[in-house]
Nanobody, 123 residues
Framework: QVQLVESGGGLVQARGSLRLSCAASGRTFTDYAMGWFRQAPGKEREFVAAITWSGGRTDCAHPVKGQFTISRDNNKNTVYLRMDSLKPEDTAVYYC????????????????WGQGTQVTVSR
């Protein structure tokens, strides 16, 4: 089992920034690619960004390319999502997830999920 705990969400004004963190425990962190997803009210959960076990490759959903940055610190068993130039439409619950092996973008390809952290962007 892998336990994932997100933090760093909150209320921010439009054009502001936040950095989300996701602390992992339970198994070898470097066995897993990591991803961030989000779910806005009334919408399906969607892919945001993913990173390989080494951090050498990342993938980012088109709507947030250049705006969000995923990174990881394997010494701290933590993955991050830096979010800049936030917009009201970025309001959602943000989830981190772990996938054994290679980088993945599909929700169904992830093995473990955190409980989520709320991000609210005001106008």
């Amino acid at each position: 089992q892998v336990q994932l705990v997100e933090s760093g969400g909150g209320l921010v004004q439009a054009r502001g920034s936040l950095r989300l963190s996701c602390a992992a425990s339970g198994r070898t962190f470097t066995d897993y690619a990591m991803g961030w997803f989000r779910q806005a009210p009334g919408k399906e959960r969607e892919f945001v960004a993913a990173i390989t076990w080494s951090g050498g490759r990342t993938d980012c959903a088109h709507p947030v390319k250049g705006q969000f940055t995923i990174s990881r610190d394997n010494n701290k068993n933590t993955v991050y999502l830096r979010m800049d130039s936030l917009k009201p439409e970025d309001t959602a619950v943000y989830y981190c997830a772990a996938a054994a092996g290679r980088i993945r973008v599909g929700i169904g390809e992830y093995d473990y999920w955190g409980q989520g952290t709320q991000v609210t962007v005001s106008r």
